[in-house]
């Protein structure tokens, strides 16, 4: 079993930046990948970036430029790094890790950009 933990949320004005964290529990073989996602209210869950094992990197359309993801090798850790925030990103912020194909979500993190 793998646990997920996300941290790093907060209120931020927009404009400004921050970076939110995930670390899981276990074994770091047979991991895939490590992505995040976000939750708005009243929308659904959106894949925000993602990035596999060998360093490939997905990233939304929508935060392309202002937002980075990176990983740390050595253990199951991935970072969001967010800039020039704007209210639109205001959401739950989750993480997911994908080991031998297995999804294991964290309980998310809340970001709230203030206008």
């Known amino acids: 079993q793998v646990q997920v933990v996300e941290s790093g949320g907060g209120l931020v004005q927009a404009g400004g930046s921050r970076r939110l964290s995930c670390e899981a529990s276990?074994?770091?073989?047979?991991?895939?990948?490590i992505g995040w996602y976000r939750q708005a209210p009243g929308r659904e869950r959106e894949l925000v970036a993602t990035?596999?094992?060998?360093?490939?990197?997905n990233i939304a359309d929508s935060v392309r430029g202002r937002f980075t993801i990176s990983r740390d090798s050595a253990k199951i850790a991935a970072y969001l790094q967010m800039t020039n925030l704007v209210p639109e990103d205001t959401a739950i912020y989750y993480c997911?890790?994908?080991?031998?194909?297995?999804?294991?979500w964290g309980q998310g993190t809340q970001v709230t950009v203030s206008g």
């Open positions: 997911k890790v994908t080991r031998y194909l297995e999804d294991y």
């Open positions: 276990g074994s770091f073989v047979g991991l895939n990948s």
């Open positions: 990035i596999t094992t060998r360093g490939e990197i």
